[in-house]
């Protein structure tokens, strides 16, 4: 069973270098978000085992928020490679059509720079590299 998930992964995934590099910026954070979102759930329930589903869903919004991405990103920049700072500039620079009303446009911003270089890296297959990256910030 296992051989065949990591079949149907990697079938997913077979994508080159050149064409995750022709991926929007917005694409890129589109799936970065759902891959952040599930390490956050991941690791909010591994250390809250006993809490109910709301409890859990306000926990992870302490991660998951604008405002946590774009405070979380600041605080990653200084283990950032350069590759990794220009991945997250191309998503900071991405033209957004409009933002949620809790945060400041600069917020959003900031958070979808983020959301773009996890989509970036889960896609280049350094997995281990978000986990790090996560280390960081809990």
Do not use: C, W
Not at 77 to 86: A, D, I, Q, S
């Amino acid at each position: 069973m296992e051989n065949e998930y990591n079949n149907v992964l990697g079938k997913l995934k077979n994508i080159t270098v050149e064409e995750i590099d022709s991926l929007s910026p917005l694409q890129l954070a589109y799936l970065g978000d759902a891959v952040y979102e599930l390490l956050v759930r991941t690791y909010i329930i591994n250390i809250n085992r006993n809490l109910k589903v709301q409890e859990l869903h306000q926990k992870a919004t302490e991660f998951v928020s604008a405002k946590a991405q774009s405070d979380i990103i600041h605080k990653l920049e200084k283990y950032l490679t350069e590759e990794e700072m220009g991945i997250v500039k191309r998503g900071r620079n991405a033209k957004i059509n409009s933002h949620p009303k809790n945060f400041s446009v600069l917020e959003y911003k900031y958070a979808t720079g983020f959301e773009t270089l996890i989509g970036y890296l889960y896609l280049k297959g350094q997995e281990d590299r978000i986990i790090q990256l996560f280390s960081f910030i809990v």
